[in-house]
């Protein structure tokens, strides 16, 4: 039967624990991740094959925000559960997913940083050049490049096969496993459609609305708050009038931080994103902000937009002059009011839920942060 969500769990196991310490769950997820890999590696030598896969995955899980773990643990506590080593361990599952999507995502957008250090594909390249020093020319750079992509692609790939090896090896009983596994699934299919209409909305309306809050619906609101609170809520045996208010509160707040990235993506300091600001310029990403600016331009700030946005070539005084119209028009402004409108949403939500009291405050706190952040 599940627990009752109006109060905390008193009946923890030992090694679980009822209350939400930030640092401490990225710190045992951490752990998690790096033991695992330890093991990949060790399984590696041990069959004659390569760890450059298991050491580039490492480095690259370096780092983050661990914020699907946190709602994870978040979405447990929520139900009235706890945080021990099964909810760690499927909280882990989604940071080695959430690299998978990354790694990709990464690839497609043929981006050369992340999080201040190269991407895989960049990092693979240097490799492949490094293993052959004296050569040089066009066609050995070429040749590196390809191997980078191909290479960062397999390592994608394996994270992702990763992910359910981690959820399968969490010590679940068959009948929340059974659960977990069908949030997992959808959480796949949505992130994966997402990324398919993002890639599918390059190329459309300039001043289409609608697309863009549709890929930040599945890409990102499902896939980095709602997914993830629920995969720890049925951990913790969570009725749905708990998933469905999780919900309730997620969908708004994960657009709205979504809404946050694409300003940065434009108007932040890279020495904090860790992210040039032109990457989402010379893609020419179908987001809110730029569609926005697209519908309120006059036809010589359109003319700019048209030229530059989506130009591989970008250069940055190019992109200055694309972040000046899109002040002109008073885009970053709507799409300010935007995100606080969403969070009012989301923390409105929260008013009647019925999930534990502490678990509320705490999903405020979240709130706030993933919407005021500057990385």
């Not at 009038?241 to 300091?269: C, H, M, N, S, W």
């Amino acid at each position: 039967m599940p627990k009752d969500p109006a109060t905390l769990a008193s009946d923890t196991s030992p090694g679980c624990y009822d209350l939400f310490d930030a640092s401490a769950i990225r710190a045992e997820v951490d752990a998690h991740l790096a033991g695992f890999l330890r093991d990949q590696a060790e399984s590696a030598c041990g069959g004659r094959l390569p760890t450059l896969v298991t050491d580039i995955l490492a480095r690259f899980l370096r780092g983050g925000k661990r914020l699907r773990p946190l709602l994870c643990t978040l979405g447990s506590l929520a139900a009235g559960g706890c945080v021990g080593p099964p909810v760690i361990a499927a909280a882990a599952s989604l940071e080695m997913f959430h690299a998978f999507a990354l790694i990709h995502d990464d690839v497609m957008d043929r981006s050369a940083t992340r999080r201040g250090a190269p991407t895989v594909q960049q990092e693979l390249a240097g490799h492949y050049l490094a293993q052959a020093p004296r050569r040089s020319g066009t066609r050995h750079i070429a040749q590196a490049a390809a191997f980078g992509n191909a290479g960062a692609i397999l390592i994608g790939d394996l994270a992702l096969v990763w992910s359910v090896h981690m959820l399968a090896a969490a010590g679940l009983d068959a009948d929340r496993f059974a659960r977990a596994r069908a949030v997992i699934n959808e959480m796949h299919h949505e992130v994966i459609y997402g990324q398919w209409l993002d890639l599918h909305a390059v190329g459309g309306s300039d001043s289409d609305v609608e697309t863009p809050l549709s890929v930040i619906r599945y890409k990102t609101a499902k896939y980095s708050v709602e997914r993830p609170l629920h995969l720890g809520a049925v951990l913790a045996d969570a009725p749905p009038a708990v998933l469905k208010a999780l919900t309730t509160y997620a969908l708004p707040i994960g657009e709205a931080f979504q809404l946050r990235d694409d300003l940065l993506g434009v108007f932040g300091d890279p020495s904090v994103t860790g992210k040039p600001v032109t990457d989402d310029l010379r893609e020419g990403r179908r987001t809110l902000l730029l569609a926005t600016a697209h519908a309120l331009a006059d036809p010589d700030q359109r003319r700019i937009l048209v030229r530059h946005v989506g130009d591989p070539l970008l250069t940055e005084h190019a992109a200055s002059a694309v972040r000046t119209v899109l002040n002109e028009t008073g885009a970053p402004e709507h799409v300010e009011r935007r995100i606080a409108t969403l969070r009012d949403e989301a923390l409105h939500g929260l008013d009647d839920a019925p999930i534990t009291t502490a678990s509320k405050a705490e999903l405020r706190t979240l709130a706030h942060h993933m919407t005021e952040r500057t990385a």
